[in-house]
């Protein structure tokens, strides 16, 4: 190239052409030594495109704002483990085989099905995002593939004797049991306001989430579907009849939704005063399994638990119980008799 040439200004330029577009370029610096310095950085650019940081960081800015800040806080947590693995090293230089054996090696420390599957979805999503800015010509987690028999965590309905003690404890904290009863989702419990409670027609509405960042927000329920009417059974309506509120008031709180730390609290108090062990999250389990067992129709539960596809609906809740199993039996045994 030309040679560097100071300028009265005191600073040092050096032009090259950049043998992509042709033209000509100009490096300023300090020192003949930073404009080599520029010079070299740009051209490893241009031939081996940017570190997978780099990429990570710029996929993630653009990334963040269509999240919610529950998916951001999960999503924020892979990345970084994400970047350290890849940190320093050129995006046009990661094979699939690399992507493996790091899905593998999530694998090897434990981690559940779900969280490897979440790792595999943003590697594919940056390497995705550097194919459309042109950083890279083809996307190597296209042909990643996730590791077998991961372990799968089922989180189970609450047991039958737990379900048995929340049905006598209302008194004790009404969340648990409004809980098993319509299999709302936390968020969505701790969202409910008193006019969303139909008294006259049985039917309470699902309108509102609340996330905790970290003060409780207010959200439209997870998906389409989340927007729904659970039918009011007539155990629960004596319930809600003798609590109910001022039609603006939150069912758990008053005038605006119970903080995390009274929800927590809340419900340390309820495990320690009952012996109940079992998430808010079970007892939506476990309300689509008695609803299951009540021969509920698979398409209405859907619909009740506010799930988009009645796969997740049918995969995750309706744990078969063995009783139920039994009847099966029998009902078989009858249709194989000799008629």
Not at 174 to 189: H, N, Q, S, V
């Amino acid at each position: 190239g030309k040679k560097m040439k100071k300028r009265p200004d005191g600073r040092y330029v050096k032009a090259i052409t950049d043998p992509k577009t042709h033209k000509r370029i100009y490096f300023f610096g300090q020192s003949p030594r930073e404009v080599n310095q520029k010079i070299l950085k740009h051209e490893t650019i241009a031939t081996k495109g940017f570190t997978f940081d780099e990429v990570a960081d710029e996929w993630w800015d653009t990334e963040v704002e269509k999240l919610s800040p529950g998916t951001a806080r999960g999503y924020r947590f892979a990345t970084e483990r994400i970047k350290a693995e890849w940190e320093g090293i050129y995006i046009s230089e990661i094979l699939p085989s690399d992507i493996n054996k790091f899905l593998l090696s999530l694998a090897k420390k434990e981690f559940a099905k779900k969280t490897v599957k979440n790792h595999k979805i943003i590697i594919n999503r940056i390497f995705h995002f550097a194919t459309v800015q042109g950083y890279i010509k083809s996307n190597p987690a296209r042909d990643a593939e996730l590791p077998r028999n991961l372990k799968q965590s089922v989180r189970h309905p609450a047991t039958v004797s737990e379900e048995q003690i929340i049905k006598q404890t209302a008194h004790v904290w009404f969340l648990p049991y409004l809980a098993l009863t319509t299999g709302m989702r936390k968020g969505e419990l701790v969202g409910l306001r008193w006019e969303d409670v139909d008294l006259e027609n049985n039917i309470i509405h699902v309108r509102r989430s609340v996330y905790y960042n970290p003060q409780p927000q207010i959200k439209a329920p997870k998906t389409e579907a989340g927007f729904r009417k659970i039918p009011i059974i007539p155990s629960l309506r004596e319930e809600l009849i003798k609590r109910k509120g001022k039609p603006k008031h939150y069912v758990f709180g008053g005038e605006s939704p119970m903080t995390h730390k009274a929800y927590i609290r809340a419900y340390e108090k309820y495990k320690k005063i009952t012996g109940i062990e079992a998430t808010a999250h079970q007892l939506r389990k476990s309300y689509a399994t008695m609803a299951v067992d009540a021969n509920v129709p698979p398409d209405v539960l859907k619909t009740i638990i506010g799930h988009k596809d009645i796969s997740t609906t049918l995969n995750i809740y309706a744990e078969v119980r063995d009783y139920r199993l039994q009847e099966a039996q029998s009902l078989l045994e009858n249709q194989f008799k000799d008629k």
